[in-house]
């Protein structure tokens, strides 16, 4: 009997896929990044479980004033997975070690889900993307921190990848209810997928049941959290999001929803170029065929205007990146999740695009931008030696600013700063790529990390020439 053999694309995925581990574990190693509002949540299931306990289930937070703890404006899963632990017998320390394992897992399940998505839906280059996609991204520190972002991204991603490889509907509606649960802002981004995954593949009318099960776990969640506001606040809305202090002054919203794409300390473009030329691209397709195709184009203009609604929004919050960040923090979840539809949705558009054996001024173009990206993302790998001190790149003080940023204290000291930490500060992540190496072992798993991004990224271009000769299949032909 001949002996199964493992092709060097998966040797390669598999690789790579160690790589980042190895980085989630330096970062862990370095010291976990755990925030205040991590601590909050904590003591704030702990609010959560004498309310229950004493039977109040409205205005949690006003039948304990007087105990010094409050359920703060956080995400419902977080608190949802926190008093389960407690119920458990699961103490403080045990509850935060419980986060930071999921932010672990949730990164390292992001390539998996592209990985899956591969497999079910016959697709070679997608698994290729995904990993390449997380190594170059700023999921590599996150994924040694407390905060949620990594596990609302993978469960947003989960969602979506179930949807289009057409697996069974209770399935999608389980993924979209838990990924609702962990941004008040993801159920109406879901409803959106849900409209792009209706005009996917055809015939539409079998594409209605999944996309139906989008828009019921929304609504489900949608409904949890309003009900989980009223058991904390005793009002169905967020009392943190409509307080009239915390919301951006209408002549800076422009600013910040600049800042949150461009802006050389918090742009996205610097911290995940390939993400953000992905996206563009997509929805560049989408603008292009609206009037000769305009169901092929739902994919690119409704990622368009749900990356405009998720920015738009984000602008008009007082700290748009999140209050501490590595990157544009509270952008971050939406960003595999819509570059798996767009690529999905438009993949033979892509490869025409990238057909770079024809033509050598293109192959020229895309080895220089490969090299960018390569590049710019070196100080991705590296924040993981810096553990929690990359937050002081961007939040830490200096000459400029040196009393802390507190909105509540003076709001027009926090503004002027923040435009400054934001445009005109020195970059830090030039500084992180220059001048702060933070132990010699950089260099070389630096090197490494160069190498298996550059790997990857031939590997996925070789499966995009594998694709170019091959006949258009519909979206999921393996479910």
């Known amino acids: 009997m001949a002996r199964p053999t493992v092709k060097p694309g998966n040797w390669l995925f598999l690789s790579g896929l160690v790589l980042l581990g190895l980085l989630i574990y330096i970062g862990l190693d370095r010291g976990a990044a755990v925030v205040g509002d991590t601590e909050v949540v904590i003591d704030g299931s702990r609010a959560v479980v004498s309310c229950l306990s004493r039977g109040v289930f409205i205005n949690c937070n006003r039948a304990i004033a007087t105990a010094g703890t409050v359920v703060g404006p956080y995400p419902a899963i977080q608190y949802v997975l926190a008093v389960a632990a407690r119920w458990l017998g699961v103490g403080d320390k045990g509850v935060l070690t419980g ?195 305009p169901i092929e184009a739902v994919a690119g203009i409704s990622t368009g205007g749900a990356l405009l609604a998720i920015s738009i929004g984000l602008g008009a919050w007082f700290a748009p990146f999140g209050w501490a960040a590595w990157g544009p923090r509270l952008l971050l979840p939406y960003i595999p999740a819509l570059t798996f539809l767009v690529w999905v949705a438009y993949r033979f558009r892509f490869a025409e695009l990238l057909k770079v054996r024809k033509s050598r001024p293109r192959m020229v173009a895309l080895m220089s931008i490969g090299a960018v990206i390569a590049v710019m993302s070196i100080p991705q790998a590296w924040s993981a030696f810096n553990g929690p001190e990359v937050l002081n790149g961007f939040f830490g003080q200096n000459e400029r600013c040196p009393r802390p940023l507190v909105i509540q204290v003076d709001a027009d000291y926090y503004y002027e700063c923040i435009q400054y930490l934001t445009w005109t500060k020195r970059p830090f992540l030039l500084r992180d790529a220059s001048t702060q190496i933070p132990t010699p072992w950089a260099f070389p798993l630096g090197a490494i990390h160069l190498l298996m991004v550059g790997a990857s990224a031939r590997r996925f271009i070789t499966s995009i020439h594998s694709l170019q000769v091959s006949v258009p299949a519909r979206v999921g032909n393996s479910g």
């Open 99 to 293: 986060f930071l394992a999921l932010s672990a897992l949730g990164v390292l399940s992001m390539p998996l889900l592209f990985c899956y998505a591969s497999w079910k839906g016959g697709w070679p280059e997608v698994k290729h993307l995904g990993l390449l996609l997380i190594l170059t991204s700023p999921f590599i520190w996150y994924g040694s921190s407390s905060f949620a972002e990594p596990m609302a991204a993978a469960l947003l991603l989960a969602m979506v990848v179930v949807m289009v490889c057409r697996c069974h509907p209770i399935l999608i509606l389980a993924t979209a209810l838990t990924a609702g649960l962990t941004k008040e802002f993801v159920p109406p981004i879901a409803a959106v997928i849900a409209v792009i995954g209706l005009f996917m593949s055809r015939p539409i009318r079998d594409n209605i049941r999944r996309s139906a099960a989008v828009l019921m776990g929304a609504l489900m969640a949608a409904i949890f959290n309003a009900a989980f506001n009223i058991f904390r606040f005793g009002t169905p809305l967020n009392t943190d999001y409509s307080l009239p202090l915390l919301r951006t002054p209408p002549g800076l919203r422009m600013n910040f929803f600049t800042a949150l794409w461009v802006s050389p300390n918090a742009g996205i473009l610097w911290f995940w170029p390939l993400a953000v030329i992905l996206l563009c691209i997509g929805v560049a397709f989408g603008i292009k065929i609206i009037s000769r195709s």
